[in-house]
């Protein structure tokens, strides 16, 4: 299993999001995250991380720093789009974890729930306040 997150402030090895669910897990999880990514470059760079990993399972957590950057919430949701297409025409299964919009609510955008519906994939959209 693949996880597109990074987990950045913490110890990548031990205490990010990928390490910390592969421990709980015993599943190996590869952490192919990037610090900073946004959604446009996760997206070019997503058909070399599919071929190169193989997996069965990814874990697509993407879009805060476009949500930071008030990059344009259509653009983020065509990218995330296209990135579970990718992702499904491998064969592997898709979960998609909403990301909070930084704003005083730290609500999940509903384009993630949209996205989910309509590719029939599970999301976890808990906002930090839930």
């Known amino acids: 299993m693949i996880a597109i997150t990074y987990g950045a402030g913490v110890n990548p090895n031990t205490q990010s999001y990928p390490a910390v669910l592969q421990a709980l897990t015993g599943h ?3 952490n192919a995250g990037i610090p900073g990514e946004v959604s446009k470059a996760g997206l070019r760079r997503l058909p070399s991380v599919l071929q190169a990993v193989q997996p069965n399972l990814v874990i697509l957590c993407h879009g ?3 949500l930071i950057r008030n990059m344009g919430r259509a653009q983020l949701k065509e990218n995330l789009e ?3 297409s990718l992702i499904k025409d491998t064969g592997a ?3 998609l974890i909403g990301v909070p919009s930084f704003n005083i ?3 999940v955008p ?8 309509q ?3 599970p999301v976890e959209l808990e ?3 839930d």
């Open 28 to 30: 190996k999880v590869i």
């Open 82 to 84: 296209q990135m579970i």
């Open 119 to 121: 590719h029939e994939i």
């Open 105 to 107: 609510m730290l609500d």
């Open 93 to 95: 299964r898709v979960i």
């Open 110 to 117: 509903s384009l993630y729930e949209e996205l989910a519906q």
């Open 64 to 66: 805060g720093n476009d």
């Open 127 to 129: 906002s930090l306040y």
